[in-house]
Nanobody, 124 residues
């Protein structure tokens, strides 16, 4: 079992950047496909980005493509979400998730473990 802890959220002005981190303990992240999701007030949790356990492929929601980048550092057992050109619509609680699968899922039910979330607020 893996435990996930997100950090790096905060308040930023529109057009700014943040880098979220997801640190894992208990198991090495290199054995999991990883994803980032977000949930805004009154809305469903939605897919943001994902990457498989191996290989360089990455997957993004259309709303963040070209602005966000998911990456992992296996030596640090950490996954990152670099967020650039932030917009007020990006305001949400951001969650990282791990899936004990070979494939990548863009659905919540495709993930086995979740962090507690970190708040990102983008002011206009």
């Amino acid at each position: 079992q893996v435990q996930l802890v997100e950090s790096g959220g905060g308040l930023v002005q529109a057009g700014g950047s943040l880098r979220l981190s997801c640190a894992a303990s208990g198991r090495t992240l290199s054995t999991y496909a990883m994803g980032w999701f977000r949930q805004a007030p009154g809305k469903e949790r939605e897919f943001v980005a994902a990457m498989p356990r191996t290989g360089g492929q990455t997957f993004y929601a259309d709303s963040v493509k070209g602005r966000f980048t998911i990456s992992r550092d296996n030596a640090k057992n950490t996954v990152y979400l670099q967020m650039n050109s932030l917009e007020p619509e990006d305001t949400a609680v951001y969650y990282c998730a791990a899936a004990n699968t070979l494939w990548v899922s863009m659905q919540r039910h495709g993930y086995d473990y979740w962090g507690q979330g970190t708040q990102v607020t983008v002011s206009s």
